[in-house]
């Protein structure tokens, strides 16, 4: 559970920092004509929004009317305002390779425009040749042999002939064309790259690139900044879970306490407070019985463990958990020998060295303990994996295990 819980707030802050560099890096270029100021007032803005969010979630049942739904309404519109910006930005990182492609297609587009006219004017020379080829035809199948007929004809090769280069140099031109067209696009692979998968996506949905690009900015922009939010409430949430437990169960020992009529007071133990509710002595030494005692009045109010009781319970927990294990055995309760609720620093040496040695500590082997004393090889000689970690992390050689092993 804890490491949830640190996983969440770390997960959190990442996300939360993300968005805010984003956002104010995207607001500044929005106001580009005061972006530094800009990006100091949405920095602040973004400050304000995590802790607003925080303390609404801490206190969400003690706030009351108007601050209480402000905070909330001004917690909604900064997350607005930094999707705006997270959409600025990206937006801006899109158009500057926009421009690029726009750049790139239009040097293409030249280039196209050009064979494209030369291809119309190969097809118009096609259509001349095939009408000199059949008015040639027409004029051999009627007309008699003459030396007119001959000029004419010589006249049709020359035009046909010339027609033929015209074709050619347009064609050429057109290879060329491609070529340049070619190279433009080996020049700026790195940039097809890069919106390949985009421009995959809107050809096969038949959509333009730009919405294509929009549609996922709009989706991070979606889940970005309200998944922090989220997040952050999320983590006070598993903060006040533990909270709540601890005061769970608190309240449940005041609670069964109080039933019993009992109550430690400065030190005093429950039993001595039971023998003296039970009876009490008189000036000459009688005892008294219950029914002539005077009652005791106690007032039957539930009472409700405060932050200052939750952390005074926590550090008993933590001063007689002597393992480091989370949870206090009724060994480590031995350890405090004189009752007194501090285990001093004698009292945990004499608890370890009577057999404490022997508990895992910080949920690692016994031997990782600070105080472990390897000299007294006793303890460890017969453990395998202790032999192992004395003989990489402790200084042992081989030989003086062999020593010891020998040694009684």
Request: hydrophobic share 40%; with cysteine; net charge negative.
């Amino acid at each position: 559970m804890n490491s949830l819980k640190y996983l969440v707030g770390l997960s959190a802050l990442i996300i939360a920092g993300c968005a805010a560099y984003f956002s104010v890096t995207g607001l500044g270029v929005l106001f580009a004509g005061a972006s530094i100021p800009v990006m100091i007032m949405a920095s602040s803005l973004e400050f304000a929004k995590l802790v607003a969010a925080t303390y609404l979630k801490q206190t969400w049942g003690e706030i009351k009317g108007f601050n209480k739904w402000y905070l909330t309404i001004s917690v909604g519109i900064l997350m607005l305002i930094t999707s705006a910006g997270i959409f600025g930005y990206l937006s801006n990182a899109f158009q500057a390779q926009s421009l690029q492609l726009q750049q790139v297609d239009r040097e293409v587009l030249v280039f196209s425009t050009k064979i494209d006219q030369n291809t119309a004017q190969i097809d118009q020379l096609n259509t001349q040749l095939g009408q000199l080829s059949s008015t040639q035809s027409q004029i051999l199948e009627k007309g008699k042999v003459n030396s007119r007929l001959l000029r004419s004809i010589d006249s049709k090769d020359k035009q046909v002939s010339q027609i033929n280069k015209k074709i050619a140099d347009l064609q050429e031109e057109n290879a060329k064309n491609n070529e340049k067209i070619n190279e433009i696009k080996v020049s700026n692979l790195g940039l097809e790259k890069e919106v390949g998968g985009f421009r995959f996506i809107a050809e096969a949905f038949g959509m333009e690139l730009k919405n294509v690009v929009k549609f996922f900015i709009f989706l991070i922009v979606i889940v970005f900044d309200p998944l922090a939010i989220a997040l952050i409430i999320a983590f006070n949430g598993l903060l006040d879970d533990k909270k709540a437990k601890q005061r769970k169960i608190l309240t449940e020992m005041m609670e069964n306490d109080q039933k019993l009529g009992l109550y430690e007071v400065y030190g005093d133990k429950k039993e001595d407070l039971v023998e003296n509710n039970l009876q009490k002595e008189d000036f000459s030494g009688k005892k008294l019985p219950i029914e002539e005692e005077t009652p005791i009045i106690v007032e039957n109010t539930p009472l409700t463990p405060n932050d200052e009781l939750i952390e005074a319970f926590e550090t008993y927990n933590s001063n007689l958990d002597l393992d480091n294990d989370g949870i206090v055995s009724n060994e480590e309760l031995s350890a405090d020998s004189d009752g007194d609720g501090v285990v001093s620093e004698e009292e945990k040496r004499k608890w370890y060295e009577d057999g404490g040695w022997r508990s895992p500590y910080d949920g690692k082997a016994f031997y990782h303990h600070p105080w472990f004393d390897w000299s007294k090889r006793e303890r460890w000689i017969n453990d395998r994996k202790a032999i192992d970690y004395w003989l990489s992390y402790q200084g042992g050689t081989q030989a003086a295990l062999e020593e010891y092993k020998k040694t009684p």
